[in-house]
């Protein structure tokens, strides 16, 4: 038999799943849960950047309003292949929902994985609203059933817990 003709299920997209999830593994193994976090934070960063600028250049504005940041939010994790969707969304915070991670089972154990989400929303958010700190409430990745992501838009007051990550804009 041609290997071509072999009956084996992986294809670009599976094996850059797989990719991504062996990677945020051995980081996760070799330094730490933290340590790898920040790993996949860095890459995803620099993603956030490139993913806001081309959507306010295709939607020809300068910076995104609150309505627009939720929306391209959920656009871009329909574009790879989550199922992201708005649960609340006002000028403290946006909530969203999500039934399907973009990197389907490969994210399930790899919670590191789940920077991608917080650093690209957080850089969005920041960079055209001026602040963000992203919450991870729920995620696929620690075996629940559906993820919960909470954008919060205003800085915690001093004597508030404070949970997820920051992000800081340069608003004029």
Known sequence: MDPSEADVAIDRDVFMRSLIRELAGVLEDVVGLEEAAGYVSLVSQTLGGEVNRQYTEALEVDRLDLAQVAQV?????????????????NERRIVLGNRVCPF?????????????????????????????????????ARWDVGCRVIVHL?????????AGREYYGDLP
């Open 154 to 162: 205003r800085p915690p007051a001093e004597s508030d817990e404070s």
């Open 73 to 89: 939010m959920v656009d871009l994790k329909r574009r790879l292949g989550g199922d992201f969707f708005v649960i609340e969304e």
């Open 104 to 140: 389907g089972e490969k994210v399930v154990g790899r919670p590191s994985m789940c920077m991608m989400t917080s650093n690209v929303f957080g850089t969005i958010a920041a960079e055209n609203l001026g602040y963000a700190r992203v919450e991870l409430d729920k995620t696929i």
